[in-house]
């Protein structure tokens, strides 16, 4: 038994290893980047009850070429939808996209995200479900290149397909549409390896 655990967590350093060395080789081609999303809110509702929200996305990708990226967002927090008692949701999303720069310029970026989403709203209280939301679509923003490495990222809106199912319902909800309005906007930064 003894050899057999050394044997896998020799197997496991070894493919450790691997992706650590991949990353690194990845990383030196200057072609990748991390970063990301932090945000934080506090409302007052009807009842006069304060809400925060929070979110926390952190974001990976690469750069196929100086118009062309792939990348995705992993992230959680606490938000929308609201539960029938008025209490807001954790929650869980992941997000992948392909990116496609339409303006560069030496210091501004205009880029369409295209991608879908998947979140789960877990539910608060055993008398509440959970949800299940999907999206696909595009998202339109903008990058500022404070230098070469580091970059402020706006997104703006979203035009697409969302879809939201409760646990238990026989159906779902859901809607074609375009948003652009302020409660769309989402600020980042970037570091490029």
């Known amino acids: 038994i003894i050899q057999y655990k050394q044997i896998n967590f020799i197997k496991m350093k070894k493919i450790l290893m691997t992706f650590a060395v991949a ?16 945000g934080i809110a506090s409302s007052k509702e009807r ?9 926390v996305l952190p974001e ?4 196929i ?20 008692e008025g209490e807001t949701r954790n929650y869980l999303t992941i997000a992948p996209y392909a990116r496609f720069n339409v303006v560069r310029t030496k ?18 209280h055993a008398v509440t479900s959970s949800v299940d939301e999907w999206s696909v679509g595009l998202k339109p ?8 490495k580091v970059s402020f990222v706006a997104h703006v809106g979203f035009a697409g397909w969302k879809s939201a199912k409760y646990d238990g319902a026989s159906k779902d ?20 390896f």
Request: proline content about 1%; cysteine-free; aromatic content about 14%.
């Open 47 to 55: 009842g006069g009850d304060n809400v925060t929200t929070y979110q």
């Open 141 to 148: 923003g903008i990058a500022v290149n404070l230098n070469k």
């Open 65 to 84: 070429n100086k118009d062309v990226a792939i990348g995705t967002i992993v992230g959680w927090g606490k938000g929308n939808p609201v539960n029938i």
């Open 60 to 63: 990976i990708g690469y750069n």
């Open 23 to 38: 990353f690194v080789s990845i990383a030196a081609s200057a072609q990748v980047y991390v970063g990301g999303s932090v």
């Open 173 to 192: 909800s859901h809607v074609w549409g375009v948003s652009l309005d302020g409660n769309n906007v989402n600020f980042g930064v970037y570091y490029n």
């Open 107 to 124: 210091y501004v970026d205009a880029f369409i995200d295209g991608g879908f989403g998947y979140t789960h709203y877990n539910h608060a």
